[in-house]
């Protein structure tokens, strides 16, 4: 039950790239990197970093985004607005003829920020972000709850150590 999804966010605040291989050069991977670190970069800037000219940088923006490579723009807050709560990662199992269904239920929640099919013991793994840990319980109830859920298993993120998304 897993797919391949190619996604990619870029310039405007902060990307997140999940396959710099899909660039077709170093430059392109390099500019990449360059607007993974800062998407509000100016052209001019990012062509003086990579030492070519504006219009190049310019012309492989627009071939990136034309290809799908660059799909999107966000904004990533600072560590006190994203401090500011609690996140857990919950493994989830599903009923086969269930998940449609309790794919929908999960979509309705505010508090889900991802939610991916993956192999091995779950059949889905979310990623929950709630204000209080009583909030955290009370989802995870909720959760427990949808039809066809048969077994959740739940970690409290303690520290984000590494984070390249937007």
Known sequence: MSSTRKT?????????????ATAKDQTDREL????????R?????LARKL?????????????LESEGVIVGYTTKLGSEASDR?????????????????VIRQLSR????????????????????RADTTMRLDALLDEIGEIEGVIKTTT????ALRVDRSA
Request: net charge positive; glycine share 4%.
């Open 8 to 20: 990619v966010a870029a310039r405007a605040v902060q990307p997140s790239v999940t396959a710099p």
């Open 109 to 128: 929640l505010p508090e889900l920020r991802q939610l991916a099919s993956v192999s091995g013991e779950f059949d889905y793994m979310a990623l929950l």
């Open 155 to 158: 970690s409290v993120v303690l």
């Open 85 to 101: 709560g609690v996140q857990a990662f919950v493994g989830i199992s599903v009923q086969p003829k269930a998940q449609r269904e």
């Open 41 to 45: 970069e100016s052209t001019a800037n």
């Open 51 to 63: 030492g070519v000219a504006r219009t190049t940088v310019v012309a492989r923006l627009a071939r």
């Open 32 to 39: 990449i990197a360059l607007l993974q670190a800062n998407a």
